[in-house]
């Protein structure tokens, strides 16, 4: 088992590499010199072949590798070009709103879609069936912006339910600790009593949440219906059956643990394609995550954030799909490495 | 040609067409992928038909009436924030996702068939560098993929395509990989193999073939995955440019007319769902149909 | 059309355990009805081992789940009765049959390999069925968990009650099994559906002799499902045969073996390689043919196209019932006039 692990976190390395590279060609490819973009169209000759040699720019392609590869072993993604600060603090400051979003969100979807798979798988071919397989599917072809989109015009604007950007009510005075704003506002419960900014930052994270959540679901719901049908064919619900169990102690006790484990996988992989992907919805949202900030970074062509924050998200991606099949084999009684 | 020669050949194409028009009844059953396949049907013709459906010219503007509301001043949908009617641009928008979809899904099937093809029969180094390079790029999530490409080439329609179409290679090198390693040990390979024919001919002609199923599969799911892709990548300003009327591009500025237009936000957003889920339900359909008889 | 109670037999009504009477079962298919169990009754005494003997596909499998109505889409039981204990089984709510599964009637399957969840411990699947039915502390249940495992003759069952599934033989899970269908206070019919056939020909025996043992000791009847003459040799007390959903013959267990009287019967005892009757001669005996397609059956005869002796009634009608002695009737229309001994 360990054996296992030892060798997928191995093989992670080279992949990891792989992403480096990559990521550092494309960027070398982008059109446009990096050093005239930074000092503006007036900037005079020798003051870009300046700023090039100091940014290590004349050197031969595969030096600049070399030299980035160096860096980013220590964790030094170069500084921005815009703010001047350093990437990865750049990129650890707008962490924790990609997370705590990116969790909200696939915990709407987890349960909600599994108790539709479920229910759906239990009660094949009814009209509940059709009906929710047929919105599972609406679910997967509609536009992530779009819906958000259309969530803020019904229930910010027109409903007033909910705000329709932001982490935190702006009149709230408020300084984070954590900075993941629904444990912060927990602390402040806890120190001032006040529940106003625990269910401040709950109000602004719900929209996003459902908006970012609602793809996953709808996969979600299916995976868990086949894999539920897959398992309810199978001889040992009939077995359960057999001893005089309760309908719902056969569905959610014997066959679900059965089905549970590819639903695992996706649920892994859909959390992973959120973190990723929030970028759509942390637009729209205006939430201050990592997606947004890689997003302007792509727009102002800051090359060092974009470089930084494209392998920061690739990296974390692949870990967390690499924690997703340790867990399968964790959890499959069947597999032993 | 002899009288065996002949009933040999209307038996064969008999059979050819018993099979496909087995699995066309199969399919016809299944009301959700005749559904989808309507939706397909519609968006094909409206794409083709587009400049007789339109009312207006897509990218006419007309400051004077702008944002002007469903069915006023003859303007079916209601016009947008520079006046161009919404319901044309929606239109010529059909045409612009057709032709991503078929552009970004040829790029796709045509790389990946050849990777997987490569890897699964040739095997060993160009298996192992084949899978590297398919795992890496699996390794990002296919919006940031897309994302680095475009930034990288610089935005616009056709690199947001070449973009699209690059991300999707993988899903087809997986799946013919795996077709061909199940094929290649085939009774009916080794018999043609000693019969002489050359790797070429098995590849192309007698492997190929019966990887087909899943192949058409993906690639309609493909269709669906380009037009929802192509949306969002419009949609962050890194796609098509202003004033192509693309679906997601239309909705990109749309942000700030919620309050005030809700046609503008609404209606382009319609079309996309539309549109994919036709190209997700007759997938779905086909796939249901094709599958059990690969598991046979 | 409800048969008359045999005047033999009405004295015993009261041992009777399980009684049913004209049972059908019908599947309804995209391809049409596929009648499984097609006007099939029969009897088992308090006590006593009732075989139901055929090819696969004639319909016993379905049977013995309707008695437990365990039957789903695209099934349904469409007429009989089951009297178990003397009530209608078909006319129990669903919560008052749960009652009875696993409690007064228990199963247990063919495959020993696929019939155990396999993401529980062996114990836990055992000790559900007590703290289903019964008021009882986990704790006993396991207790007396340990007491089963030890009467089906599983080694250190303290330990073995811990383990997966897939931690054991497929010998230990059918005895598994066979606990958990023994997990009640009061069985009083346990079915085995083929419990022998995905056991290797060793441990078969090993598991038919449990069975007859525990039978002894804790007086249980059983339906015995199988398709193989030998395990009724040495199991039955009475035997029925059935052939495409229809019962064809029934006898006493030495009736069955010396007097066979419908040329099904005398096919299968002809393909026993070990019946006594027929040691000497050089060759196995198969039917010649195949089970005909159940949605395409006649109204006559199902064996008809496969009989040797068949005639053109044999197509047309389905046979009378036929007493023929003392426990033994036969569906056949020349019952009498064919001699096979």
């Known amino acids: ?337 | ?296 | 059309m409800s048969e008359a109670i045999d005047v033999n037999v009405a004295g015993r009504k009261t041992n009777t355990v399980l009684q049913m009477e004209n049972l059908r079962t019908f599947f309804y298919t995209q391809k049409g009805v596929v009648k499984a169990v097609n006007d099939v009754s029969l009897r088992i005494e308090k006590g006593k081992t009732l075989a139901l003997v055929g090819e696969s596909g004639c319909g016993k499998s379905v049977t013995s789940l309707s008695i437990m109505r365990l039957i789903s889409k695209p099934g349904r039981i469409e007429s009989g009765r089951i009297l178990f204990e003397g009530e209608d089984l078909l006319t129990y709510s669903d919560r008052r049959m749960r009652s009875i599964r696993g409690n007064r009637i228990s199963m247990i399957f063919q495959e020993p390999m696929t019939s155990l969840n396999p993401v529980f411990r062996v114990g836990e699947q055992i000790v559900e069925v007590f703290l289903t039915h019964e008021k009882i502390k986990k704790s006993e249940a396991y207790e007396r968990a340990v007491e089963l495992l030890k009467m089906v003759g599983i080694p250190a069952p303290e330990k073995r009650i811990t383990s997966y599934p897939h931690e054991l033989s497929g010998g230990m899970r059918q005895r598994v099994m066979i606990a958990m269908a023994l997990a009640s206070p009061d069985p009083g019919l346990m079915i085995a559906d083929e419990p022998t056939t995905a056991l290797d020909v060793t441990i078969q025996a090993q598991i038919l002799q449990l069975m007859n043992e525990l039978q002894q000791r804790v007086k249980m009847s059983l339906l015995l499902i199988t398709h193989d003459m030998g395990v009724v040799a040495e199991t039955a007390d009475h035997v029925v045969v059935m052939y495409a959903g229809k019962k064809v013959e029934e006898a006493d267990i030495n009736d069955i073996f010396e007097h066979p009287q419908h040329p099904y019967t005398v096919g299968l005892l002809n393909s026993i390689p070990a019946n006594e009757k027929y040691r000497g001669r050089d060759r196995l005996e198969a039917i010649p043919g195949v089970v005909p397609n159940l949605l395409k059956l006649h109204n006559g005869c199902p064996f008809e196209n496969r009989c040797v002796y068949a005639r053109d009634i044999c197509r047309r009608e389905f046979p009378e019932r036929r007493v023929i002695g003392e426990n033994h009737e036969v569906y056949c229309h020349f019952a009498d006039q064919l001699d096979f001994s």
């Open chain 2, 1 to 296: 040609m002899s009288t065996i020669e002949q009933t040999a050949d209307t038996r064969q194409s008999r059979l050819e067409n018993s099979l496909l028009y087995e699995n066309w009844l199969l399919l016809r059953k299944n009301k959700s992928a005749m559904l989808g396949l309507f939706i397909i049907v519609i968006f094909i013709l409206v794409a083709v038909f587009a400049p007789l459906l339109a009312t207006h010219d897509p990218i006419a503007q007309n400051i004077d009436l702008r944002l002007s509301r469903p069915m006023e001043n003859g303007y079916i949908l209601g016009s947008d924030d520079f006046g161009r009617d919404l319901y044309s641009r929606i239109i010529y928008g059909a045409r612009i996702s057709l032709m991503i979809g078929t552009i970004t899904v040829s790029i796709g099937l045509v790389f990946g068939v050849f990777l997987g093809l490569i890897a699964g029969y040739y095997g060993g180094v160009f298996d192992i560098l084949i899978m590297r390079l398919i795992d890496i790029m699996l390794a990002f999530p296919y919006i940031l993929l897309a994302l680095v490409i475009v930034a990288t080439l610089g935005p616009s329609l056709r690199n947001a395509m070449i973009a699209i179409g690059i991300v999707g290679i993988p899903r087809y090198a997986r799946i013919v990989r795996s077709s061909v390693l199940a094929e290649k040990e085939s009774d009916y390979i080794i018999v043609e193999r000693s019969l002489g024919a050359s790797n070429f001919e098995l590849m192309f002609k007698s492997i190929l073939p019966n990887c087909l199923s899943p192949i058409i599969v993906q690639a309609t799911l493909g269709y669906a995955g380009a037009i929802l892709s192509s949306a969002a990548l419009s949609f962050l300003g890194m796609g098509t440019q202003p004033p192509t009327p693309e679906w997601g591009l239309m909705l990109s500025s749309a942000k700030q007319f919620v309050a005030s237009a809700w046609w503008v936000v609404t209606f382009p957003g319609v079309a996309i769902l539309i549109s994919v889920l036709g190209f997700n339900l007759f997938g779905d359909g086909l796939r249901d149909v094709l599958d059990p008889r690969l598991k046979e």
């Open chain 1, 1 to 337: 088992m360990t054996k296992y692990i030892l060798k997928r976190l191995l093989l992670l390395i080279p992949t990891i590499l792989g992403i480096i590279t990559i990521v550092f060609f494309m960027m070398s490819l982008a059109p446009g010199d990096p050093a005239r973009l930074a000092l503006g169209a007036r900037a005079t000759p020798e003051a870009v072949a300046e700023l090039r040699h100091e940014w290590g720019l004349d050197q031969p392609l595969t030096t600049q590798y070399l030299v980035y590869l160096k860096h980013v072993t220590a964790l030094d993604f170069g500084k921005s070009l815009k703010t001047q600060e350093p990437v990865i603090s750049e990129i650890l400051a707008r962490f924790p709103a990609t997370i705590e979003l990116s969790i909200v969100a696939i915990i709407i979807s987890t349960v909600f879609g599994i108790l539709a798979g479920v229910i759906s798988a239990s009660k094949q071919y009814s009209a509940l069936d059709y009906g929710t397989m047929f919105g599972a599917l609406v679910g997967v072809s509609m536009p992530v912006f779009w819906l958000a989109l259309i969530l803020i015009m019904v229930f910010s604007v027109n409903l007033n339910l909910f705000p329709t950007g932001g982490r935190m009510g702006i009149r709230l005075i408020f300084s984070p600790i954590t900075h993941f704003y629904l444990l912060d506002g927990l602390i402040y419960f806890f120190r001032t009593g006040s529940m106003k900014y625990f269910l401040s930052a709950l109000h602004h994270i719900i929209l996003p949440a459902i908006a970012l959540g609602t793809v996953p679901l709808a996969i979600i719901a299916r995976v868990t219906r086949s894999s539920m049908l897959e398992v309810l064919r199978q001889d040992y619900i009939r077995t359960a059956r057999s001893k005089g169990l309760a309908e719902r102690v056969v569905i959610y006790k014997h066959a679900l643990k059965n089905a549970f484990l590819p639903v695992i996988t996706v649920i892994g992989i859909e959390f992973g394609f959120n973190l990723a992907g929030a970028v759509l919805t942390e637009e729209i949202f205006s939430w201050p995550g990592l997606g947004r900030w890689l997003f302007s970074a792509m727009n102002a062509r800051d090359i060092p954030a974009i470089q930084g924050g494209v392998m920061v998200i690739a990296i974390v991606f692949v870990v967390i799909n690499l924690a997703v099949d340790v867990l399968y084999t964790l959890l499959n009684p069947k597999i032993r490495y």
